[in-house]
């Protein structure tokens, strides 16, 4: 059983950039796939990146192609979350999550069913 630790949120002007961190305790990552999501007030908890076990294979949210990136050090039991250019819709609470159901060599960020343990979250805020 994993136990997961988001970190890095906080309040960023539009346009800027924050760096998210996922660490895990517990059990190895090396063989699970990752997953960011995040939950605005009034919303749904929504898929916003997701990585595979070896790191080979990732995906994203149409609302972040080009402005996130995901990535994922085994050694050190941590995922990352890179954003850059943020807007103000992008203010909400993001969870790192792993993947519990199937396999780690594939995942899909609209599959939110299959992920599981979940953290605490961290809020960003956009705002100016």
């Known amino acids: 059983q994993w136990q997961l630790v988001e970190s890095g949120g906080g309040l960023v002007q539009p346009g800027g950039s924050l760096r998210l961190s996922c660490a895990a305790s517990?059990?190895?990552?090396?063989?699970?796939?990752v997953g960011w999501f995040r939950q605005a007030p009034g919303k749904e908890r929504e898929g916003v990146s997701c990585?595979?076990?070896?790191?080979?294979?990732?995906d994203y949210a149409d609302s972040v192609k080009g402005r996130f990136t995901i990535s994922r050090d085994n050694a050190k039991n941590m995922v990352y979350l890179q954003m850059d250019n943020l807007k103000p819709e992008d203010t909400a609470v993001y969870y790192c999550?792993?993947?519990?159901?199937?396999?780690?060599?594939?995942?899909?960020?609209?599959?939110?069913?299959?992920?599981?343990?979940w953290g605490q979250g961290t809020q960003v805020t956009v705002s100016s």
């Open positions: 999550a792993i993947k519990t159901t199937g396999t780690g060599f594939l995942c899909h960020v609209l599959a939110r069913d299959y992920f599981g343990s």
């Open positions: 517990g059990e190895p990552l090396e063989h699970v796939a």
């Open positions: 990585i595979t076990n070896y790191g080979t294979t990732t």
